[in-house]
């Protein structure tokens, strides 16, 4: 199962340690977003690079894959997109949606209800989280726009950031 980490501006970046032990667990794929930087791609070193440049200032999402829908591929990884709204989305989970050809679960959920929703209606309002509520299920969804962001889901707190779950802790070493 994918795993996002929310780290709150004003939190220092994980250890690369810890890093690395989400990538172990999901192996298909990174992503990363801050206001000023992201990456989404194959290579946990590349995503290590972008956040070595992350300002502690500003908040952070991360999101390490497990393909359930859609192939093993750059296009498939999180964060997804929304330059109408100018809006990063990453999903943890599986949702009861068809995907559309390879697209994940993920992106068409993104792509098909909640980006018009927030287009339409704001990130914060009330018909966006309605829009959640209805497709979210037992799943997990962060929303950056700008340094404000949003998580939907029962997240876990360890060491000042949130977890969609924290499975990926048996890949660490002690």
Known sequence: MCVICF???????????????????????AGIVTPADHYKGMSLETLLRHLKKRDPSQPCLMHFRWATHGSVKKNNCHPFYD????????????????????????????????APEIQAHGLSSDDVRYAVQGII??????????????IFGQYERWLGCWFSNLRFRYYMRF
Request: hydrophobic content about 35%; aromatic content about 8%; charged content about 25%.
């Open 7 to 29: 780290i709150p501006q004003g939190t220092q970046t994980l250890p690369t340690e810890i890093i690395r032990a989400m990538y172990r667990a999901n192996p298909h794929g």
């Open 83 to 114: 330059d109408k709204s100018d809006t990063w989305f990453m999903h943890n989970g599986i949702l009861n949606i068809q995907p559309k050809g390879d697209m994940t679960d993920s992106e068409t959920a993104f792509r098909e209800i909640l």
């Open 137 to 150: 299920g037992g799943s997990r969804f962060a929303f950056m726009q700008g340094d404000d962001v949003k």
